[in-house]
Every structure is written in structure tokens, then in C-alpha cells.
């Protein structure tokens, strides 16, 4: 019998799923992250087939199970060095499978939007907003964030940052902002901020997008500084969605995914005021591995 299998191999976690012709789940699993640039190529290999494995231990009533394999893999993207890494893991993890690779965006999408056309944009520590138009891939964003990633959690800690120094100078009058961060980061004094960063956080990426916490605990305080903060990443955002939307000429249905969306109405709903006519914001439907686990049915269901 066939079986197919969406895997989302994100930067925390490798999740797992199996689906059979049905649409029923009948197995799944979740290991650790086999990012290849968090693990070596070895332990991504021995990831990837433990987990199928697994899922293959999982099976009821079918000794010989068929598997057809969609793996979304964080990095599979631009970089041809990367990409080619990738792929040899693939082909040593999956060789006696079926399967199709994928990046992790295309999978998030493909789950948010139920395998429809239409655009996702994703905000963690960066962002990036991607499209399906029929056979069509496109994107908007994605530079990276020192020429961009905006509206995500390191662009919003940013302005965050940006924000309490201008408070502290009086360039900007104070809100509860200036105090939040010094309790919050343990600051003796204001420019303590200064070594904070570069020496506690060592002006290191991800370290530092988790201050965007912070401007969610003052945004539930009413503080309007960060309102501010979290109406300037929709803003942009917006403009990402938008830009993508102009291939849609008869509207379009918009998904999320990544931590930044934990906000919820704090950005959702300036965001909506600066989307054009004719996209549909929606909450996303199921998660990457489902969307991964669809790919593969569409790729292979007819073999």
C-alpha cells in the first residue's frame, strides 16, 4: 500500500508524518532538529532514517509499506553549496524510498493554505514572504538581516534597541519602555545596553531577536512605543505581501508561520489595514509536515 510522508526539518525540530491513501495518520514522530548547519551530514542522515524507521515501525497490517517521501528542509534554497549538501544527505537517508525535496517555506505554505495557491509570509528571527502561483514559485523578501528581514523578531528587537536609546537621550519622550528593558535585561545603568549587547548577547543574531519579546510584553501594557514598533513591521510586512499579491490580479488567500505571529492582533490587525483590496488573511490551516505530506501525495499519488 502507499503511504505518504511529510517531514519538516526546521531549525528546533525534525517532525514526522505518514499518511495512507486515506488521509489517516498513521504514524508520526518528532527528533531532534537536522539542520546541516546546526548537525554534521552523518547525524543528519542518521536523523532523517531513524525517523522513518520509526514511522515504518508504526504501520499496522502491511509488511511491505510503500513510502513516497516529501522532505521540507531548512536551507535548501539559493546557496548551491548548501543545496548539494543537502541533497546527499537526502540520497543516503532516502534510498529506498520515493520521495521530493523541498524548502521549509514551500512546505509551510503548502500547510497554511491547505496545497491552494496563495502567500505565505514567514516571520521568525527573519522573514520572508513566498508564493505558490500554479506551477509558479515566487518570493519577496529573504535578503537576510543586514539588508532586510523586516518585520522580523531581530528587526523588531532592533527597534526596540533603536527605541530605548532615543528614549534614554530624550529624543523621544519616555514610555514604559526605557524601564521595561532596563529591569529586563539587568541593566545597572542605560548605556550598561551598550556591553549588553555586544558582550552578553554577542551581537549575535538569534540572542538578540528575543528582546522582540520584550515589545510584546509592553504592546499587552498599551505602551505606544512599541504599538508603534509592531505597526512599522506590518507596515512592511505589507508591503511584502503586497508586492507578491500583484501576481494575483483576482485575489489571493495570505498565511503565516513563525514566532513573530505569537503577537496576534498586536500585529495582525494593523497589518490588515495596509493590505491591498483582494487578499484574504488567514490563520493557517495545518502544520509544515502536512503540508510537506501533501506535496508528496500531489507528486506521487498517480504513480
Not at 64 to 93: N, T
Not at 157 to 169: H, S, T, V, Y
Not at 285 to 300: H, K, N, S
Request: proline share 2%; glycine share 10%.
Amino acid at each position: 500500500m502507499k503511504y505518504f510522508v511529510g517531514i519538516d526539518g526546521g531549525g528546533t525540530k525534525t517532525a514526522f508524518i505518514c499518511m495512507n491513501e486515506q488521509n489517516e495518520c498513521v504514524a508520526e514522530c518528532t527528533l531532534e532538529s537536522c539542520h546541516v548547519l546546526q548537525v554534521s551530514e552523518e547525524r543528519a542522515i542518521e536523523i532523517l532514517k531513524t525517523g522513518i524507521s520509526k514511522l515504518r515501525s508504526e504501520i499496522q497490517n502491511d509488511d511491505h509499506p510503500e513510502l513516497y517521501v516529501c522532505a521540507g528542509l531548512a536551507g535548501y534554497g539559493k546557496d548551491i553549496k548548501l543545496r548539494e549538501r543537502i541533497e546527499r544527505i537526502c540520497e543516503k537517508s532516502f534510498e529506498k524510498d520515493h520521495y521530493v525535496l523541498c524548502n521549509d517555506g514551500e512546505i509551510a505554505l503548502a500547510g497554511a493554505l491547505n496545497g491552494e495557491d496563495g502567500i505565505l509570509v514567514i516571520a521568525g528571527t527573519g522573514s520572508i514572504a513566498i508564493a505558490k502561483k500554479g506551477n509558479e514559485n515566487l518570493r519577496c523578501g529573504g535578503w537576510g538581516y543586514t539588508l532586510g528581514d523586516e518585520g522580523s523578531a531581530y528587526w523588531i528587537a532592533r527597534q526596540l534597541i533603536q527605541e530605548f536609546a532615543k528614549q534614554c537621550d530624550g529624543r523621544h519622550k519616555p514610555t514604559l519602555l526605557r524601564e521595561h528593558v532596563i529591569s529586563s535585561c539587568g541593566l545597572s545603568d542605560e548605556y550598561d545596553m551598550i556591553s549588553y549587547v555586544s558582550d552578553t548577547l554577542g551581537n549575535e543574531r538569534e540572542k538578540i531577536a528575543k528582546l522582540a519579546l520584550l515589545v510584546y510584553e509592553l504592546a499587552v501594557q498599551n505602551d505606544e512605543a512599541a504599538l508603534s514598533i509592531y505597526d512599522r513591521a506590518a507596515q512592511e510586512i505589507a508591503e511584502m505581501i503586497n508586492t507578491l499579491a500583484l501576481h494575483f490580479p483576482d485575489g489571493c488567500n495570505v498565511s503565516y508561520a513563525g514566532g513573530v505571529w505569537a503577537a496576534g492582533s498586536y500585529l495582525i490587525e494593523p497589518l490588515k489595514k495596509y493590505l491591498h483590496n483582494g487578499i484574504t488573511f488567514e490563520a493557517p490551516q495545518y502544520p509544515p509536515e502536512i503540508g510537506a505530506q501533501l506535496i508528496a501525495r500531489q507528486t506521487f499519488q498517480s504513480q
